[in-house]
Structure formats: structure tokens, C-alpha cells
């Protein structure tokens, strides 16, 4: 990631992106970031409804209280709150889909480049 706004950041997260249509030609978008285990964000759209879901439970909460999923008019973005089930099901499906993984996903690990970096250090010692 470069920048959010005028904040530079450059920094690398681990997640997943999915742009596609559905059988009728909708579209659906879905990106899960996570920065590390305690800080993750996952949006989910599908037509006019975007699930959203988060480690932060500040963020769940506004989410929850801002929700207009019941009344929201035909053509608006309902918005509603999501859930650890529905972002690991998007993640799991997505790891299947596109890298043949099977292995269920877990939020509460490290990211996969600081464990890449654990055993780069692990196999650097030669025990002198």
C-alpha cells in the first residue's frame, strides 16, 4: 500500500482481492487486508449490499449503529455488519478457489511474510 490520503504508508499487507460477475452479470467485489493479526478489514459488495467486518470493534460498532440494510431504497448501498464466520468464508473459498488450499484460514495467525522472515533467520544461523 503507497499512501491513504496524503499519509504515505508503503507498506505490505497480506489479503485477497476478488473482482467478478455473478451467473446474471452482477458484480461482486471482495478485499480482505490484513496489517497483522489485531488489524484486519474485510469489504464484501455484491449488487447494492456491502458487508463489512473488521478486528476493530470500535469500527464493528459504528457499522452496526450506521446499518440501513432494512431501509435502504431500491439503487442505495445497504450497508451491513459482517462476521469472523463471513470473512473466513470468503477467505477459505478464495484460497480453494484460486491456490488450491485447503487448509482453513486464521485470522489470529502472523502474516505470511513475517513468518517468511522467522524462517529465512532460522536457516541464516549456522550455529557458530
Known amino acids: ?7 504515505d504508508i508503503n507498506g505490505a499487507f497480506e489479503g485477497f482481492m ?50 440501513n440494510a432494512g431501509k435502504a431504497k431500491i439503487g442505495e448501498i445497504a450497508f451491513v455488519p459482517g462476521s469472523d464466520d463471513e470473512t473466513l468464508a470468503f ?3 478464495f484460497r480453494k478457489e484460486y491456490y488450491g488450499i485447503e487448509v482453513p484460514y486464521s485470522l489470529s495467525d502472523g502474516s505470511t511474510a513475517t513468518k517468511k522472515k522467522a524462517d529465512e533467520k532460522k536457516t541464516e544461523d549456522d550455529g557458530f
Not at 1 to 7: D, E, G, K, V
Not at 18 to 32: M, S
Not at 42 to 61: D, Q
Open 1 to 7: 500500500m503507497s499512501n491513504i490520503l496524503r499519509n
Open 18 to 67: 476478488e473482482i467478478k460477475r455473478t451467473e446474471d452479470g452482477g458484480q461482486i467485489f471482495n478485499v480482505f487486508i490484513k496489517a497483522s493479526p489485531e488489524s484486519w478489514y474485510y469489504f464484501g459488495m455484491e449488487g447494492s449490499r456491502l458487508l463489512v467486518h473488521s478486528s476493530n470493534s470500535e469500527f464493528n460498532a459504528i457499522i452496526s449503529k450506521k446499518t
Open 91 to 93: 477467505i477459505n473459498r
